[in-house]
């Protein structure tokens, strides 16, 4: 992700995929250009999932299971959006 940010951040107009596939493989993390990005747009997915449902007022977190606690409604209205 590091590499990502930094790449936006110097004005690169698309990401270099390959080549974070290849500073990956030095790293021991064998996995082709297509497969970080298809991982990459899948975080983004769940982070904004996460963004929308924790907007919510009745949204929650258990601190005893970690698991979140969403009511019926907002789920209802959150599959609608998504």
């Known amino acids: 992700m590091d590499v990502l940010i930094e790449q936006n ?3 690169a107009p698309k990401f270099e995929w390959s080549s974070l596939g290849a500073m990956l ?3 021991g993390v064998d996995k082709d ?3 970080i990005k298809n991982h ?6 769940k ?3 996460w963004e929308y449902l924790i ?3 009745s949204v929650g977190v258990d601190c005893m ?3 979140v606690i969403v009511p019926d409604d907002v789920w209802e ?4 959006v998504s």
């Open 40 to 45: 990459f747009y899948d975080l983004v997915k």
């Open 33 to 35: 250009a297509m497969q």
């Open 55 to 57: 907007g919510k007022t």
């Open 25 to 27: 493989k030095s790293e």
């Open 47 to 49: 982070l904004k999932a």
């Open 9 to 11: 951040a110097q004005g």
């Open 65 to 67: 299971t970690g698991s």
């Open 77 to 80: 209205d959150f599959l609608q």
